[in-house]
């Protein structure tokens, strides 16, 4: 019996700290998201970029042409099974490749996928989907910025990326796309509990001097700023 005691004390004790950790995640990370880090000075409103939502992952929208960048030369139109030319937005997110190829719905979960993200054990990617217009909702938000923020932007963006040898970004091939527009690509990095597809993109925005969180895992606390 007092082994028994014993083992139910620890497995006790686990539980509650298991709770503890929860709650006190989910604390910081509303108080981090709610606690903003501010936009830079306007210097010049010189193009639009947008922040998109599907209600749980935040992607960057950018121009694919403009006089800093062209992203179809390295995102290319021919990677997507539409080929479709005429696009003239990328909106660009990061996250773990086990959800991003092996998780189209909430309903496709796996427990092996979810344990491997959220403790950096799986590799990430990129997801890249073409737009031929983008109309601003509550889901989605135009922000403009400078050219010399959309540098940055860039910058930070093509850091993401892995490269093969020649310097190239590596298109990953497979039937996972959620629709005609859209590419995977290896990405740099790890998913994880404190880093996730949403802190991603919170920091393309801090990196661009735009409105962002201190810290978020989550979309809501982008869009907290924003709406």
Not at 43 to 59: F, K, P, V, W
Not at 86 to 105: E, H, R, S, V
Not at 147 to 169: E, I, T, W
Not at 176 to 182: S, V
Request: with cysteine; net charge positive; charged share 20%.
């Amino acid at each position: 019996m007092i082994i028994f005691k014993k083992i139910a004390k620890v497995i006790l004790r686990l539980v509650l700290g298991f709770v503890a950790f929860v709650a006190l995640y989910l604390f910081s990370a509303v108080i981090l998201s709610v606690w903003s880090v501010k936009k830079e000075p306007v210097i010049s409103n010189d193009l639009a970029i947008y922040i998109l939502t599907n209600g749980d992952h935040t992607d960057i929208v950018v121009p694919v042409k403009n006089a800093i960048t062209d992203w179809s030369k390295e995102i290319s139109y021919q990677n997507t099974v539409a080929k479709d030319t005429t696009n003239q937005y990328l909106a660009i997110g990061w996250g773990d490749k086990g959800f991003y190829l092996g998780t189209p719905t909430w309903a496709d979960l796996k427990f092996s996928t979810a344990f491997k993200a959220t403790f950096a054990l799986s590799t990430s990617a990129i997801h890249a989907t073409y737009y031929p217009t983008m109309p601003e909702s509550n889901d989605c938000k135009k922000i403009m910025i400078s050219n010399d923020q959309y540098k940055r932007l860039v910058a930070f963006v093509d850091s993401s990326f892995k490269r093969d040898a020649a310097g190239k970004v590596i298109n990953i091939k497979t039937n996972a796309n959620y629709d005609q527009n859209d590419a995977f690509y290896e990405a740099r990095g790890k998913y994880n509990l404190f880093y996730t597809c949403n802190t991603w993109a919170n920091n393309a925005l801090k990196t661009s001097g735009q409105t962002a969180c201190v810290w978020t895992p989550f979309d809501r606390g982008i869009f907290y700023h924003y709406r």
